[in-house]
Every structure is written in structure tokens, then in C-alpha cells.
């Protein structure tokens, strides 16, 4: 459970998330800050200050933090830190979802009033009119279909030339899981898929989504790309495959898993 902590001792240690506009503060050592919150000196009020869990036997706090953007390269994406470890990247995808959240519910959307957050629970609450708001997290489907030795990967977009990755896309209202998965592969890439097989989740917090990652089997279709989505799709052999996403992503994860069972 995350809580709020309006005041933590001043000369607690702790590790220290400072956030601002979705990138997370690095100190001069490129590591994250380990002292107390005194000796941040940040200028972050007390009502921006949340506890987020532990890690390295310590409490691990998220500030909000505007002013403290003296070197810009000291600022980074949380993806730069999934190599930091599990625990670390799971806590800036905290840091930075539940930053996004208190940033964009100050106010209340059923009547106006400024909204506050509450010391029991994750959420907004409103005093006026008790309306009471929680983090969004938008759910996703990553799907890794091989069939006789290939897999098939796809370039959206949104990639740069030369990297591909598994299928993915937002569930919607009222479908499962396994129902976005197969139709977000036949309105990406045009093939049928079946014997879904669930593999992990992961947080992503780009800006508040979670990724759930499956393994399908190929039933029939060619590659036809959507337009305006996917920019190149192709069956790649396993054994040689393209730039792909790294080893700490589910992506990766996922790859790996269908090169290892096509290995066996």
C-alpha cells in the first residue's frame, strides 16, 4: 500500500525519487539520491512527498519537484533505469505514474473544488461534493506468436528504423485480456491466432500502462499491415533476429522465451 507522508523525519534516510514532467532525478554519481530529505534540499512542499515502498532496506519516497533543473542531462526517463534492477524500475514506474496522478487531480471533475489526497489509501478525495479518484492504469496485451522456427515481429510507427518487437495494444471497455490480444493481432498484422498463454505483467510507465505479455499459436493469415499503425511486419527466424527489446522488458522476456522453446 502506498501512503501518504506529509512529514518524514529530517534526518531519516531514504531513496529518493524526485520527479518532474515524467523524468526522475539522478544525482552526480548518475544514482539515485540516498540521504535524507534535508539534505535534497529541494523545494518540493510537504504535500508532495508520497512513500512508496522499499528497497535496499530503505524507504523509498517520490517528490515532486519543479525547480531543481539546473543540469538537464541529469534527468531521466525511467526506461533508463530498468537496468538498475526489478525493484528499482517497478518504483520509478510508481514514482512517475503516482506523479502524473497527483498532477492532473487537483481539482474535481464532478464539481470543481480542489481535491486532496488522503492518508488511508491511494486516492483523491474531494471534501466538497465526495468524489474520490484513483490512479488510471491502462491495460495492454503484448503477444509473441512464433510458428516453424520464426517469430513474428512488427515496427510501428513510433520506432525507429531497424528495431521490431511482439505485438501490443490497449485493451478495451469490456473485453478480456485474451480477446484484445487476438484481435489486436488481426488489426495489426492481419493473422488469427489461438492457445493463448499467459506469460507475466509488467508496469510500464509510459505514462500509466500494464503490460501483460502472452505466447499464441499461428493458425492462418498473411501479413497485412494496418496503415497509419504499423510500418513493417515480418516473420524473422529465430536465430536471427533484428534489434529487439532488451532482456528487462516483458518485450524481451518474451523473445527469449520462444527462442529457448524453439532451442529445446
Known sequence: MIRHSISPAATQQGLWFVVSRGRIWL??????PRC???????????EHICW???????????VINHDHIEHEQDWVSPRELLGHGECTFQLAARATQVALFLQTHRFCGQCGSAMQLVNWELAMLCNKCGHRCYPRIAPCVLVGIAHQGKILLARSSRHRQGFFSILAGFVES?????????REVKEEVGVDITNLRYVGSQPWPFPHSLMTGFIADYVAGDIVCQPNEIEQAAW???????????????SGQIIQRLQQSAGK
Open 27 to 32: 544525482n552526480a554519481t548518475q544514482q539515485l
Open 36 to 46: 535524507s530529505y534535508a539534505e535534497l534540499a529541494l523545494s518540493a512542499m510537504p
Open 52 to 62: 512508496l515502498g522499499q528497497a535496499e532496506g530503505l524507504d523509498a519516497f517520490l
Open 174 to 182: 469490456a473485453e478480456t485480456l485474451e480477446q484484445a490480444a487476438i
Open 236 to 250: 524473422f527466424s529465430l536465430d536471427e533476429l533484428p534489434e529487439v527489446p532488451p532482456p528487462e522488458t516483458l
